[in-house]
């Protein structure tokens, strides 16, 4: 071999070797620029409706362009299709039984759990997340961490509404303010996208271009907004300094097993997800992976991208090794759960358990899938081999049971003291046991589910008389089973009858009979508390509120509801104490905020009122609220602020320049002494047309000029 040929043969072995080392380096901005970070977290995002994934009706070129250049997961698995469990096993790296959130509304994340955000923040990142849903707001806990957690979901929007949501255009409104003021420390940016969650309810350019499909049409707005994010990023040149993480916290389902929307079940359709890494320490060419893995792998991946130890309860696994390409992905089995049929309707809790191409489920009817030969999970193979059927629930047994000596919290349930009750606490009952196929199973209770949603439609149809006779019914035939559907059922017959002491009755028998499930009970406590309160039966409301708090300490609209009966009752500091209460509860809320400022001002606390009106002030949609501006200003004049007073005159008649806000901003000028520029400003109140002011202003209008105009003399 010549000089030359030995010269070329070494430069290839350099650069496979220079190749080698950048692409399984694990961290390779972080000794001079450490790597930004950007989650973004689609809420109800099924897998396989993304281009990437291989739905061709879908339109998606952001999401499906970024997967070009990035790693992509074929099997990623919610351990829950739930938005808040599923959320807090992202940013913890642990599975819900372990963190204890196992459902929407009626959790928070302890304290104690250590979070993304907060190891982040610990390296000195900028932490902020920008959130879409009610159900992740700052009340819940995932807040912990982050610099700023912006869940503001409408500036008026009513205190306690867990529907509460905003659209992908103004999540990008926000990330545009968010991007506007950035320093120049590294970032970890959570941005989370509502939109897919029912109701779909795309813009019409959407719904047309997805021929129909209401669906599609919201994944492919989100899309829009996300590759609106990544232009933008691209622009101040920051996506190349930039770990994008792409994910969905579960999926939907379409009627495939009976179910329309999330859950009840965990079937694939449900907890299949799509994950995405893009990154400069990543390979650049578009990079497959078939190995099942789960959402909890997320946080030890960031981690170990960004060179930095996962905390020693994650339970998660870095990904780092199989994107690099430097080693396989582990072959693990995966933990499935859905508690939503227990807590809301008494059913049996669902848990699972994924080995290989198998899929188990535990139910009184149970499941066990070849996921591989069988991807729709139509053919039940629990009885054709039930030996592989009781290895896995003997797997998912002991798994489970491993769980108490790993720092799980168990919310709101005591463990027993024989090991089944422990495993039931922790809400697995095996389906070979007795206790495990006496429950209702989901595919059961679906049944009367379905059967409920088409009284409810019939009701809407004005078919009260049978409506009514069928929830009476149903209350019998479902004793045993204590199934709260029929009770609700009843309650919109009787409202919309308007039998109010029937309704009441119906509302109190629930609230007893579901007494030992705090999720069902406080819900017909709460409709009961509206009821009493909207009638004036202030006692009642009192003592109920007083029963609910001990089981919610946090209930927002309770704890506004009382606030509202001691400004009734001109009790200014109590109705201060209960607000404050609410507004800490659901922080943000521009309606709470209001009261609290209202009620410092009844009890003197000018400077105090002043500072939480221009707090709200800074928030987002409290710009044009001309009542707080002029609120602000009259603040600013009991505070001694003429100055400042003036300013949010300024900015009242900015927004709207009525006669009224003109009159009202020359006499604050007058005020302070400016008698030219009161002048001027009243003369303008004065002629405007159209005019708003009464001739009782008028006459005062007057009077002030004349005063001003000796004085300038």
């Not at 290839?12 to 977290?41: C, D, Q, S, Y």
């Not at 379409?254 to 400069?280: A, M, N, Q, W």
């Not at 009192?542 to 400004?567: F, K, S, Y």
Request: proline letters at 4%; aromatic letters at 10%; glycine letters at 6%.
């Amino acid at each position: 071999m010549n000089k030359i040929k030995i010269l070329a043969l070494l430069a290839v072995v350099l650069l496979v070797a220079a190749a080698v080392f950048f692409l399984t380096r694990p961290a390779a901005h972080t000794a001079t620029a450490p790597l930004n970070v950007l989650v973004i977290t689609i809420d109800t995002m099924r897998a396989d409706r993304l281009g990437c994934y291989g739905d061709h009706h879908a339109k998606t070129p952001a999401l499906d362009d970024l997967a070009a250049k990035g790693v992509l997961f074929e099997n990623c698995y919610s351990p829950v299709p739930l938005t808040l469990p599923a959320h807090c096993s992202i940013f913890s790296g642990r599975w819900p039984l372990a963190h204890g959130v196992r459902n929407n509304g009626s959790y928070k994340l302890d304290a104690e759990e250590v979070t993304l955000a907060e190891k982040l923040k610990q390296a000195g990142y900028d932490t902020t997340a920008l959130v879409a849903a009610y159900v992740l707001k700052s009340k819940f806990g995932l807040d912990q961490g982050f610099d700023r957690y912006n869940d503001q979901l409408g500036y008026e929007a009513q205190a306690g509404n867990i529907d509460a949501e905003i659209t992908a255009d103004r999540v990008y409104a926000k990330f545009k303010d968010w991007l506007e003021h950035k320093d120049d420390k590294p970032f970890f940016l959570w941005v989370h996208f509502y939109d897919p969650h029912k109701p779909y309810a795309p813009p019409a350019d959407y719904l047309q271009a997805s021929a129909g499909d209401a669906y599609r049409g919201e994944v492919a707005y989100v899309d829009f907004h996300v590759g609106c994010m990544i232009a933008d990023l691209k622009e101040r040149r920051l996506i190349e300094h930039t770990l994008v993480v792409i994910t969905g916290d579960h999926g939907e389902a379409f009627g495939e097993h009976r179910e329309y929307g999330h859950g009840i079940f965990c079937y694939e359709e449900s907890v299949k997800v799509p994950l995405i890494f893009i990154s400069p320490v990543l390979p650049k060419k578009s990079t497959r992976i078939h190995a099942r893995v789960s959402l909890v792998d997320i946080m030890p991946t960031v981690l170990k991208m960004l060179g930095k130890d996962s905390d020693k309860n994650c339970q998660g696994l870095s990904l780092l090794a199989s994107m690099t390409g430097s080693k396989e992905a582990v072959a693990r089995s995966i933990y499935l759960e859905s508690m939503y049929g227990r807590e809301l309707n008494n059913w049996a809790p669902l848990t699972g358990w994924l080995k290989n191409h198998f899929k188990y489920i535990s139910l009184p009817q149970a499941e066990l899938y070849d996921l591989q030969a069988d991807p729709a999970e139509k053919t039940n193979l629990f009885y054709k081999n039930n030996r592989l059927a009781r290895q896995m629930d003997d797997e998912l047994a002991q798994w489970v049971g491993s769980q108490q000596a790993r720092n799980v919290k168990v919310s709101r349930t005591a463990l027993q003291a024989d090991d089944k009750k422990k495993l039931a606490a922790l809400g697995y009952i095996s389906s070979f046991a007795s206790a495990g196929r006496a429950g209702t199973d989901p595919k059961t209770g679906i049944g009367y589910q379905i059967r409920f949603s088409e009284l409810i439609a019939a009701l809407d149809r004005g078919e009260t008389a049978r409506v009514e006779a069928e929830a009476l019914r149903l209350c019998d035939e479902t004793a045993a089973l204590k199934l709260p559907l029929p009770y609700i059922l009843l309650n919109y017959v009787y409202e919309k009858k308007q039998q109010w002491d029937k309704l009441e009755a119906n509302l109190r028998l629930a609230s007893e009979k579901f007494s030992d499930n705090p999720a069902q009970t406080l819900n017909f406590q709460g409709n009961l508390l509206e009821f009493y309160f909207s009638n004036g039966k202030v006692g009642a409301v009192e003592q109920l509120a007083a029963v609910m708090l001990r089981l919610d300490p946090e209930r927002t609209r309770v704890l506004e509801i009382l606030g509202e009966i001691n400004e009734k009752r001109r009790d200014w500091p109590a109705a201060l104490n209960w607000y404050s209460q609410a507004q800490k509860s659901e922080s943000g809320n521009a309606r709470l905020s209001k009261k609290v400022i209202k009620m410092l001002t009844k009890t003197g606390a000018h400077q105090a009122a002043l500072a939480e009106s221009e707090a709200l002030l800074r928030t987002e949609g409290a710009a044009t609220d001309t009542d707080l501006l002029f609120t602000a200003a009259m603040l600013a004049i009991e505070a001694g602020e003429g100055t400042r007073s003036e300013s949010y005159m300024l900015r009242l008649i900015e927004v709207e320049p009525t006669a009224q806000h003109w009159f009202d901003y020359a006499l604050v000028t007058g005020r302070n002494g400016k008698y030219s520029e009161a002048i001027e400003r009243m003369e303008k109140a004065l002629t405007l047309s159209p005019n708003n002011l009464d001739a009782e202003r008028r006459r005062a209008a007057a009077k002030a000029l004349q005063v001003w105009k000796a004085r300038r003399r």
